[in-house]
């Protein structure tokens, strides 16, 4: 192993409320940043780093709901027969107090004075971090990465999977992510999120003389932010050329129960979308495959599943998205 594990991390202690019901000892760590900063996450506790074969991190949505999207990928890997060898990882992105009551979900720990902090909504779009504007969203998800690959040198792939606000995180880093220093499997998975970045001016819905900044960053790549590091051309070719799969709840439509509506992005620039997220992801997949991967990169509808990482990770359906195989 390259380095200790503990010598890479600060801040290990078992986290008083169960993070997982399956996971008898989850953990939370914290990841050193720039400016003395961390970005805390919860991780799995695997028998010996010689053991973990693969690393699965799973991104919160708008609730900052680690603790319940790293149950849903600990479920995912136990339905799989996988948990042995694979790394779960969850991390946190923070918001102080008074706004994080706005997006808090239960038994969470609550922001310290170390930790990197974003608004509720701007860490999905890979925004530098408040208190520290060296630090963005995505540059902290690529040092994670590293250190965990530089800790489980056995790893032979990485999946990056987000669900809702999650999921918007992820297929934006597909573009903007640095490229492991290691040989290593890197798979996206994007599932549920209210938006996508398109990387032209067409959208499903025509009436775009309304919304007259609908292609502008974070919904197009007009206006790129200087701190995403990497041109609209370059984004795009990055994206096409990501192993990557999008995951769609059946049932994630209208307004009914479990569509979790309320959170649903109506801005208009979200709305010449789609409807509602499964249409939303419908139409992005059908646009992806004519004009950026061509058919490599797949669609997956989980039946039965509306608006709940609970629902959509363990099932199925999912498997191969999160863990590779055929």
Aim: charged letters at 15%; aromatic letters at 12%.
């Amino acid at each position: 192993m390259k380095s200790a594990f503990a010598a890479c991390l600060v801040g290990l202690f078992l986290f008083g409320a169960r993070v997982a019901a399956a996971d008898p000892a989850p953990r939370l760590f914290a990841l050193p940043l720039p400016g003395g900063k961390q970005l805390p996450y919860f991780a799995s506790a695997p028998a010996s780093p010689a053991a973990v074969q693969r690393i699965l991190i799973a991104i919160q949505g708008f609730t900052r709901d680690a603790n319940r999207t790293f149950d849903a990928g600990y479920r995912a890997a136990e339905g799989a027969g996988l948990v042995a060898t694979t790394l779960i990882v969850a991390p946190i992105f923070q918001v102080a107090e008074p706004e994080a009551r706005k997006c808090h979900f239960r038994d969470m720990p609550v922001a310290t004075a170390q930790d990197a902090l974003w608004h509720c909504g701007n860490w999905s779009d890979g925004s530098p971090a408040l208190n520290e504007p060296e630090i963005t969203s995505f540059g902290a998800i690529d040092r994670l990465v590293a250190t965990l690959l530089e800790s489980y040198p056995h790893a032979s792939s990485v999946t990056i999977a987000g669900f809702s606000a999650g999921g918007q995180f992820v297929q934006r880093y597909a573009a903007f992510a640095s490229a492991p220093r290691w040989q290593v499997q890197v798979r996206y998975v994007v599932s549920d999120p209210s938006s996508f970045v398109y990387f032209d001016p067409w959208r499903p819905r025509r009436d775009a003389a309304a919304c007259p900044q609908y292609d502008r960053w974070k919904f197009g790549t007009e206006h790129l932010p200087s701190w995403l590091g990497r041109d609209a051309a370059a984004a795009r070719a990055t994206y096409a050329a990501a192993s990557l799969t999008y995951l769609e709840g059946a049932l994630d439509t209208g307004e009914g129960p479990g569509t979790a509506h309320d959170l649903l992005e109506s801005d208009c620039a979200a709305e010449l979308q789609g409807m509602y997220r499964l249409d939303r992801g419908q139409n992005y997949a059908a646009y992806d495959a004519a004009n950026l991967a061509h058919g490599a990169h797949k669609l997956v509808i989980v039946p039965g599943c509306a608006h709940s990482v609970s629902c959509v990770f363990p099932s199925p359906a999912a498997r191969t998205a999160l863990f590779g195989g055929p």
